[in-house]
């Protein structure tokens, strides 16, 4: 199994910034994305950005495009989400995923963290 924990949340200004980090662990044989999704109250979950472990490719939202930045520390099994210039249509619970296998033969397959809340309000 692989277990995420997610730190950084918190309450901004607008305009403010935000350092999210997630640390996966456990048995972890394939590590092949990890990224950041988010949810905001009655609407569904939505892609943030992700980074490919591998390569180093990265895919973000447009709504987030310029704003946030992603980068991963493949020696400490860490993902970050660099948030800047942040407006309060960002306030959500954020949420760490990674597309792993845990053991070799086993398909891959989502994980997520717990959440943490991100609040943009003056």
């Known amino acids: 199994q692989v277990q995420l924990v997610e730190s950084g949340g918190g309450l901004v200004q607008p305009g403010g910034s935000l350092r999210l980090s997630c640390v996966a662990s456990g048995s972890i044989f394939r590590l092949v994305t990890m990224g950041w999704y988010r949810q905001a109250p009655g609407k569904q979950r939505e892609l943030v950005a992700t980074?490919?472990?591998?390569?180093?490719?990265?895919i973000y939202a447009d709504s987030v495009k310029g704003r946030f930045t992603i980068s991963r520390d493949n020696a400490k099994n860490t993902v970050y989400l660099q948030m800047n210039s942040l407006k309060p249509e960002d306030t959500a619970v954020y949420f760490c995923?990674?597309?792993?296998?845990?053991?070799?033969?086993?398909?891959?397959?989502?994980?997520w963290g717990q959440g943490t809340q991100v609040t943009v309000s003056s």
């Open positions: 995923n990674v597309v792993a296998s845990a053991t070799v033969g086993e398909p891959v397959r989502n994980y």
């Open positions: 980074i490919i472990s591998g390569g180093g490719g990265t």
